[in-house]
């Protein structure tokens, strides 16, 4: 028996999806990327922007930085707007269907993958585009945004250093500790960013639901707060409004698994959005193929929750543990 199509209504498009094609010619070789230089020693830091092309809270900073004339007083900036190809395909009617053209442009980003000439695929093609630049940076904070609305998130990766880069900036108030994805590896996992002898580092900061107004100023206050901390802007040089109050405290929660559909044949048990909390080890959260998908722990914490891009292979949720 075939199963019906899950249907899900759409959040409401907030924002303006922002006009990139005047920084289509970049400034250094490579298409929508811009890098500046101070001319003084400093770490080559990295603002990253449309990753997934329906995720535009990141391409409205990059684009206002570019605006605003923001440029180094220490080290090199890069700012670049990624899958463009996707962006470009946007439609508030379908406003899910532009994540991507042909494949997550966020699961190519190991060396065997970029490297194997028998592969291509529009996302294929520009990560191979990028990566000369990409593996000249320190530090790099690549912007995102959620399907479902929920509170912002910074996703450290699994490493000590990511944590600890986590924690100097001090927000959002939630630190995702994980992975990756069964998928293929993230850009922020990509090459010494993911080796813990390196002291390359970066950040994936998931701002707030794709279209909503307040994922911007998350995305804005995120931007500032990882330029200033890298030495590379001083925090006057910020436009003005960017920079919003750190939260009282932050949170780790370390992804212990994630929970991945076999098929079309899956459902959560209730309407989760994010960082919802089960006392109880064994409480069932969903079903997969009318198998109960239960909680491996107390207090355990489901981590992005989503069927928007439900497929085979395609991790709905992740599992995490509170941090002591």
Request: aromatic fraction near 8%; charged fraction near 25%; charge should be negative.
């Amino acid at each position: 028996m075939t199963q019906a199509p899950l249907t899900l209504d759409a959040y409401p498009v907030e924002v303006e999806f922002p006009d990139i094609r005047p920084y289509a010619d970049g400034n250094c070789g490579i298409p929508y990327v811009f890098t500046f230089d101070s001319g003084v020693p400093g770490p080559h830091v990295m603002i990253n922007a449309l990753t997934h092309g329906n995720e535009v809270c990141g391409a409205i900073t990059v684009k206002g930085l570019l605006d605003a004339g923001v440029t180094p007083r220490r080290g090199r900036m890069t700012l670049a707007f990624a899958n463009v190809d996707a962006y470009q395909r946007f439609d508030p009617a379908r406003p899910d269907a532009s994540r991507f053209v042909d494949q997550d442009f966020n699961r190519v980003w190991t060396a065997a993958v970029l490297d194997d000439a028998g592969r291509d695929s529009s996302e294929l093609r520009r990560a191979r585009a990028m990566r000369p630049v990409i593996d000249t940076v320190d530090l790099l904070l690549d912007l995102h945004s959620m399907h479902e609305k929920s509170h912002p998130l910074i996703v450290s990766g699994p490493l000590d250093k990511g944590i600890a880069l986590a924690r100097q900036l001090g927000a959002p108030a939630d630190v995702i500790v994980d992975e990756g994805h069964p998928e293929g590896r993230r850009m922020r996992d990509y090459a010494d960013f993911g080796d813990p002898a390196s002291a390359r580092n970066a950040l994936l900061i998931e701002c707030g639901q794709h279209w909503e107004a307040a994922a911007v100023t998350v995305a804005r206050d995120s931007a500032a707060r990882f330029l200033i901390h890298a030495g590379v802007i001083d925090a006057q040089d910020t436009p003005a409004g960017w920079l919003q109050p750190l939260p009282a405290a932050q949170r780790v929660v370390r992804v212990t698994e994630p929970v991945v559909a076999s098929s079309m044949d899956f459902r959560f048990a209730g309407p989760y959005t994010g960082l919802e909390t089960f006392a109880r080890a064994g409480t069932v959260i969903g079903w997969r193929e009318g198998e109960p998908v239960v909680t491996p722990y107390p207090n355990c914490v489901l981590v992005m929750p989503s069927l928007r891009q439900l497929r085979p292979g395609v991790t709905v949720v992740r599992l995490g543990r509170l941090e002591e």
